[in-house]
């Protein structure tokens, strides 16, 4: 049976477009996905990014899911400690009763590098020489190298972030102590301190599917284990990782019973892809992710993401450094999927066998909205008779 596919949306922005049509084009996108075939349609959460409207994952679907009727909704991931627990319980149970069935909830730790107890940031640690940065090949996948952090960790504007996103002067409960809540609210099993059992209505008995999502083999992937969940990989933001992930997971798994407990692993890798008729056409299409990933990792926040033409520019010498800019989007370059449907279903095989994922699942970001349809709906095709 071939490895389902499904569909990772960052409801991004076009350069030139509005935050109306991002959401008209992720909902086609969800109908669309549903038609091709996709066994998932999910929605990514991001905050203070021009570029990305996707800062609630629960409103996006919500706003969406009526196009669509038989495709699973979820997120990949919610941000636990940007809200309690009780309201990601409660808002993907509204979804359940909505649309019963087919919602996934997946969860995730905030992204970014632990701070010290006054809130401040590490040192940066030094530029990867040339051989770390050009990393390895593993069973065929690429698996690259750090990128340089001093860009991200030095912005003052990465520094700020925390005093808006995270949830004020709250002191948060361990990312297990999370998801055992979730497990337990869900089962209605929960008991306060004081041994005063609450149950959430809706909430309580929701069909939901529980996912982790984690990009190292750290805290998550071994939540995810120890508690027979499903896991997520990240290969499309932190490629470095996506091997370490895979195999901490799986060695952490213990089978759980219950309603969200698995006998055996499962796991989905996320993947960046764009395919088009071509390999010449899709790397045309592919043009403006190089600048869009730059934006992201000096701190400025996604920027509307550019045209093949806009993104000549702002890689010309006027705008773009040579060894600074290409050292921080390199790893992200060299670990996409671009080209024609057998080009990009041939490098999903080896990202498949490499980590062992049950699913893949797939992103793809286009300045023009029908190209990325045609993308998915080609990937598809080529996929469904592999």
Do not use: C
Not at 145 to 160: K, V
Not at 179 to 188: E, K, N, R, S
Not at 226 to 245: I, K, M, S, T
Not at 275 to 301: C, F, K, M
């Amino acid at each position: 049976m071939s490895t389902p596919l499904a569909v990772l949306d960052l409801t991004p922005v076009p350069s030139g477009s509005t935050v109306a049509q991002a959401l008209a084009n992720s909902a086609d996108l969800a109908e669309s996905a549903e038609r091709f075939g996709y066994a998932r349609y999910w929605v990514a959460e991001h905050h203070l990014n021009p570029g990305v409207v996707g800062v609630s994952p629960a409103v996006v679907l919500a706003l969406v899911a009526g196009r669509t009727q038989r495709i699973r909704l979820g997120a990949a991931a919610l941000q636990t400690g940007h809200r309690t627990v009780l309201s990601a319980v409660e808002d993907f149970a509204l979804l359940d009763a909505v649309h019963p069935g087919r919602i996934d909830l997946g969860i995730g730790r905030p992204g970014g590098p632990p701070r010290g107890p006054d809130g401040s940031l590490p040192a940066p640690p030094p530029p990867p020489t040339p051989e770390q940065a050009e990393g390895t090949v593993v069973d065929g996948l690429r698996i690259p190298g750090p990128f340089p952090l001093g860009p991200l960790l030095t912005s003052p504007r990465f520094a700020a972030i925390p005093e808006l996103v995270p949830v004020p002067a709250a002191d948060a409960p361990s990312f297990g102590e999370q998801v055992d809540t979730i497990l337990d609210l869900l089962a209605g099993t929960w008991k306060s301190s004081t041994g005063v059992p609450l149950q959430v209505h809706p909430g309580t008995g929701a069909d939901l599917q529980l996912w982790l999502f984690g990009s190292t083999g750290g805290t998550t992937a071994a939540v995810a284990g120890e508690r027979g969940l499903r896991f997520g990989a990240n290969y499309h933001v932190a490629p470095q990782g996506v091997l370490d992930a895979a195999r901490a997971y799986r060695a952490a798994f213990r089978p759980a019973d219950g309603p969200h407990g698995l006998a055996q692993p499962h796991l989905t890798v996320s993947a960046d892809v764009v395919v088009a008729e071509t390999d010449q056409e899709a790397a045309h299409l592919a043009a403006g992710y190089g600048p869009w990933v730059r934006s992201i990792r000096t701190a400025a926040g996604a920027i509307p993401y550019p045209s093949p033409s806009e993104a000549a520019e702002l890689t010309s010498p006027d705008h773009w450094t040579d060894d600074d800019d290409d050292a921080l989007v390199r790893d992200r370059l060299a670990t996409r999927f671009v080209g024609s449907a057998t080009t990009v279903a041939d490098g999903l095989e080896r990202l498949r066998d490499a980590t062992g994922a049950d699913e893949l699942l797939i992103t793809t970001t286009t300045h023009d909205h029908a190209a990325r349809i045609r993308s998915y709906e080609l990937l598809a095709a080529e996929w469904g008779d592999r």
